[in-house]
């Protein structure tokens, strides 16, 4: 099955989407969450998103706060890119969808509340990730708030978590809301429905 075709079947509006990707930066964090995976083997997802919904042009959009560097220009923060961007299997090797059985109603806010920080130009937080690598320190506790944390800035797993917590939903209770990363989304102890295409260990 190719990336297209996987998420062409199971892409749903709302979803989390997660991706491990072979870029240095991707490589980058795969390793570094490697102190929080099961087996301290490096981790299979770099990038989490929200499935956004599909638009007049046929197409499926998402939405992250990510770092995305074009030919003629720079993005930073939150913002909407159509899903295509993620169809590279050399690229993208890992994919996933997790389906938490939301209601409509909360599809909807999670959907709308994106939509207001993509509006508002919500930065991607560099400092953030420098609280994240502490928290994996021995003797630290992940559980505490983010040293580096901002209201209005996110790394992708700290907005999807920060959309999600707007419905209940707690990927990973013993971690706070701006320490958690794409594993522990990836291996929520929240119940779920995980469609995963793994390619590269």
Not at 98 to 125: M, N, T, W
Not at 158 to 170: A, C, D, E, M, N
Request: aromatic share 10%; hydrophobic share 35%.
């Amino acid at each position: 099955m190719t990336n297209e075709e996987f998420f062409s079947k199971y892409a749903d509006e709302a979803m989390v989407g997660l991706v491990g990707g072979t870029h240095f930066i991707d490589e980058s964090i795969k390793k570094a969450q490697s102190k929080i995976t099961k087996n301290k083997v490096m981790s299979a997802m770099s990038h989490a998103f929200i499935i956004g919904e599909k638009r007049i042009d046929g197409k499926r959009w998402v939405i992250e706060s990510d770092l995305q560097f074009n030919k003629t220009q720079i993005l930073v923060g939150v913002q909407e890119n159509r899903i295509d961007k993620y169809f590279d299997e050399k690229l993208f090797p890992n994919v996933a969808l997790l389906d938490f059985g939301l209601s409509k109603p909360h599809k909807d806010q999670i959907l709308k509340e994106s939509l207001d920080l993509v509006a508002s130009r919500a930065s991607y937080s560099m400092k953030e990730i420098f609280g994240i690598l502490l928290s994996f320190k021995p003797g630290q506790s992940r559980k505490t708030e983010n040293r580096f944390g901002n209201r209005n800035d996110f790394v992708c797993s700290t907005f999807v978590q920060h959309l999600y917590l707007k419905t209940g939903i707690s990927f990973n209770p013993e971690v706070s809301e701006r320490h958690i990363t794409p594993e522990d989304i990836y291996n929520t102890l929240h119940p779920c429905k995980k469609e995963v295409l793994i390619r590269l260990k």
